[in-house]
């Protein structure tokens, strides 16, 4: 598939992946719906296997590669939920996978992507570093690289969390995504594009990461430099494949402060008693952030993922 | 009521409380059924309206009553989720709240409860303060007093949970819930004798609050002095009704510290993505605590709440 993924490519892509995936449940809260003063419809991709969407799209780009080359593995870089999403779609696949990860990442990142069995190539924390690494890596297993977002099987996978919602909500109004590389809003503006076009599309980001507010506001992809958010899984740029779907389909990017997105990860976690990471709170906290915007409207958000690093909490509660 | 709860009570106040309480999910985690040997179906009591399993018996108990004392309210002392439920409970049925709480009780806790439109009469901490302040408002308001735990329509409230989860999933070898005062564990035993009288229930408790092992050990009520624990759902004593119910059917008494609180607390949190409160904790510390009781059996587990005070939390997480 080279070419922007077609509703069938997304219906082929949820039948391939769905003996991998969970089917998550979207959940509501009355609480939080008066507070935002429309109706929420949120798709917990935080109980999706490995904890986050990127299940979907590594198990795709992994599924839609010819037996020839699964047999040589897959190979990615990252420190994130992209790394333990191959690292196990892999591993129930019977594939080999190949981790770059910095020396740097968090030992509990690195147990899990262990525990599925992926073999990790250490290197130092810089992009540079990584992809030199990485580039040996391929050179030696003559492994196939899945990129993390710049890649039409990734996001047709990634496109069948809206789907999913889509299809169980009737008459959503609006659909609401975080955005750090793209790939799981370029796939739900896709969706949303093919299977309920009257709806807007938003895309949700840090104001210390805004690197797709202004790629969309100028027409040319601008680099995340030195990003800085407590939202760790939108510090990556857009890439030519989620930049060209955005700006055709997305409706607006709107940007929030660190607070703001604590408050949210805050409200759900107290109000709805679900982990959510900072990154899947980015959509609520834009949701607050423009009420005029959402005010009675239907609105789904994709609530990506659920990895908060709970070393970093404080457990001596009593 | 003042015999013993039957089955039929139970299902006369399962009907009766439908359509106050949420039905909740039982979810699994492949990964805890691994570390633990056995198979856990989690009762996420969690996702119960208030956030805790005290619903069920604070809406069967006022339902419980006649019409011509529902007419001047209902009463109650407590700082915790049973004045949630009371409050909730009775502003959902229109009917009035009278709540004693002390006035160093978390300003969330009070907010919570006069948000559900509660009065709410502040006394000191002291037991005695509390009695004495809640005899006063029973006598100006002629308002009924609800026991959190000593009242039968209470336990068959309670008993509600574990008869949806023996009806849900088939075959459990073992039921295991947290015990406080008592009132989930004695509906729970008695919901299973009832309903799967092979099943074996077990209760968990703090060792820092171990009132139940010590009075199901000697025969005779021991108060709860001075407990010490995180779990701060399970600080209170047995009752004369509870005591009866549960020495006449629990299997035992599985004490655990709060370390093992924490560990178990965190892993729920991590792995299944959902908030559970230390107290809701207790019982899968108990089942890592005593693994050759558990070992290869079918385990239906009440996880009891969320209310996590996460004012305790450190939210700078980046």
Redesign the interface.
């Given at each position: 598939m080279e070419n922007i993924p077609s509703l069938e490519d997304i219906h082929h892509a949820h039948q391939r992946i769905k003996p991998f995936i969970h089917r998550t449940p979207v959940l509501s809260s009355e609480m939080i719906n008066k507070k935002a003063g429309c109706s929420l419809f949120f798709k917990c991709e935080?109980?999706q296997k490995v904890?986050a969407f990127k299940m979907r799209g590594a198990a795709n780009a992994i599924l839609s590669l010819p037996a020839t080359r699964i047999a040589h593995g897959v190979a990615t870089h990252s420190s994130g939920n992209h790394a333990q999403a191959i690292a196990k779609a892999a591993s129930d696949m019977g594939c080999k996978a190949y981790i770059v990860m910095p020396e740097s990442a968090p030992r509990v990142k690195v147990n899990a992507v262990r525990d599925y069995k992926a073999e990790i190539y250490f290197c130092n924390s810089s992009l540079q570093a990584r992809e030199q690494t990485l580039r040996t890596v391929l050179q030696e297993t003559k492994a196939t690289f899945i990129h993390p977002y710049d890649n039409y099987d990734i996001i047709a996978g990634q496109a069948t969390a809206a789907a999913e919602l889509i299809g169980e909500i009737k008459d959503l109004d609006i659909l609401i995504a975080p955005v750090g590389g793209g790939g799981l809003l370029s796939g739900t503006c896709l969706s949303a594009a093919y299977m309920l076009p009257e709806a807007l599309v938003f895309g949700a980001e840090p104001s210390g990461a805004d690197d797709a507010r202004r790629s969309i506001d100028s027409g040319l992809i601008h680099p995340s430099i030195d990003p800085k958010?407590?939202a760790?899984g939108l510090l990556t740029s857009l890439s030519e494949r989620t930049f060209g779907i955005i700006r055709r389909y997305v409706t607006n990017i709107i940007t929030v402060d660190?607070p703001e997105i604590?408050d949210a990860m805050?409200l759900v976690?107290?109000r709805m008693?679900?982990?959510?990471e900072?990154s899947a709170a980015v959509p609520l906290a834009a949701v607050f952030k423009r009420p005029e915007v959402f005010r009675d409207k239907r609105v789904g958000v994709i609530l990506s993922g659920?990895n908060?690093?709970?070393d970093?909490?404080?457990?001596a509660?009593?």
């Amino acid at each position: 598939m080279e070419n922007i993924p077609s509703l069938e490519d997304i219906h082929h892509a949820h039948q391939r992946i769905k003996p991998f995936i969970h089917r998550t449940p979207v959940l509501s809260s009355e609480m939080i719906n008066k507070k935002a003063g429309c109706s929420l419809f949120f798709k917990c991709e935080n109980f999706q296997k490995v904890g986050a969407f990127k299940m979907r799209g590594a198990a795709n780009a992994i599924l839609s590669l010819p037996a020839t080359r699964i047999a040589h593995g897959v190979a990615t870089h990252s420190s994130g939920n992209h790394a333990q999403a191959i690292a196990k779609a892999a591993s129930d696949m019977g594939c080999k996978a190949y981790i770059v990860m910095p020396e740097s990442a968090p030992r509990v990142k690195v147990n899990a992507v262990r525990d599925y069995k992926a073999e990790i190539y250490f290197c130092n924390s810089s992009l540079q570093a990584r992809e030199q690494t990485l580039r040996t890596v391929l050179q030696e297993t003559k492994a196939t690289f899945i990129h993390p977002y710049d890649n039409y099987d990734i996001i047709a996978g990634q496109a069948t969390a809206a789907a999913e919602l889509i299809g169980e909500i009737k008459d959503l109004d609006i659909l609401i995504a975080p955005v750090g590389g793209g790939g799981l809003l370029s796939g739900t503006c896709l969706s949303a594009a093919y299977m309920l076009p009257e709806a807007l599309v938003f895309g949700a980001e840090p104001s210390g990461a805004d690197d797709a507010r202004r790629s969309i506001d100028s027409g040319l992809i601008h680099p995340s430099i030195d990003p800085k958010t407590i939202a760790d899984g939108l510090l990556t740029s857009l890439s030519e494949r989620t930049f060209g779907i955005i700006r055709r389909y997305v409706t607006n990017i709107i940007t929030v402060d660190d607070p703001e997105i604590v408050d949210a990860m805050r409200l759900v976690w107290e109000r709805m008693k679900i982990l959510i990471e900072p990154s899947a709170a980015v959509p609520l906290a834009a949701v607050f952030k423009r009420p005029e915007v959402f005010r009675d409207k239907r609105v789904g958000v994709i609530l990506s993922g659920g990895n908060v690093d709970l070393d970093k909490i404080q457990w001596a509660i009593s």
